[in-house]
């Protein structure tokens, strides 16, 4: 596509329910990176994909928070059992490739909202 | 660790002025910076990269500069206009490679007509 596509743009949810989020990234592109953005905060670091694999997870607050990707392409953040902590906007970013240097392509993120 | 500190956290300046936002990164074992630009309810753009064997990098009235020893950055914007009213953040690799941003919190600028 011509960009990084995140859906849905806005998700209002009710504490404990589940929650899954979707990122198209751009045609071709191997990498995809999700990253969070609570208010006033800098961007967080969750996880990053390498193809289908994930190298590194090392950002994912907790347990209740996994990812995965399909065909090199789709990738979806499911929070499960959702907590008010979770109120942020939900970035993805993909690169066409892993070598210096790296530049990246963001989506708009999706505002989600855990009351 | 790296860390990277934005400074002024905001700024108001009126239309004309030429400005300059800064970025400091802890770890200088860096190989690229960036920055970006945020929109209210968008995502990131990227403005500018600068790779370590570079000092400055140029597109249009941007200029961004990398001083790796001092641990600093700096973005330069020329002759500000109102559309440039924006949150910028810088970006710094971390420890694990080239694919770990660390931002910082961001410079909220408003250009006033």
């Known amino acids: 596509g011509a960009g990084v596509s995140q859906s849905p743009s806005n998700k209002v949810t009710e504490k404990g329910k589940d929650v899954e989020l979707r990122c198209d990234p751009i045609?071709?592109?191997?990498?995809l990176y999700w990253y969070r953005q609570s208010l006033g905060q800098g961007l967080e670091f969750l996880i990053y994909?390498?193809?289908?694999?994930?190298?590194?997870k090392s950002g994912l607050p907790s347990d209740r928070f996994s990812a995965e990707r399909t065909g090199g392409s789709v990738s979806t953040l499911t929070i499960q059992r959702t907590q008010q902590e979770d109120s942020a906007v939900y970035l993805c970013?993909?690169?066409?490739?892993?070598?210096?240097?790296?530049?990246?392509?963001f989506g708009s993120g999706t505002q989600l909202s855990v009351l | 660790k790296q860390e990277v500190t934005q400074i002024p956290a905001a700024l108001s300046v009126p239309e004309g002025e030429n400005l300059v936002l800064n970025c400091s990164f802890t770890?200088?074992?860096?190989?690229?910076l960036q920055w970006f630009r945020q929109d209210p309810g968008k995502g990131l753009t990227s403005l500018l990269l600068?790779?370590?064997?570079?000092r400055e990098q140029t597109s249009g009235r941007l200029n961004a500069s990398l001083d790796k020893s001092s641990g600093r950055s700096t973005l330069y914007i020329a002759a500000s206009q109102p559309g440039d009213s924006a949150t910028y953040l810088c970006?710094?690799?971390?420890?694990?490679?080239?694919?770990?941003?660390?931002f910082g919190t961001g410079t909220r600028l408003k250009v006033l007509a």
């Open positions: 970013a993909s690169s066409g490739s892993t070598g210096a240097p790296v530049k990246l392509f």
């Open positions: 045609s071709g592109h191997t990498a």
């Open positions: 994909f390498q193809g289908n694999s994930a190298p590194d």
């Open positions: 770890d200088s074992a860096i190989y690229n």
């Open positions: 600068i790779q370590s064997s570079q």
């Open positions: 970006a710094a690799p971390g420890p694990s490679g080239t694919y770990k941003y660390i």
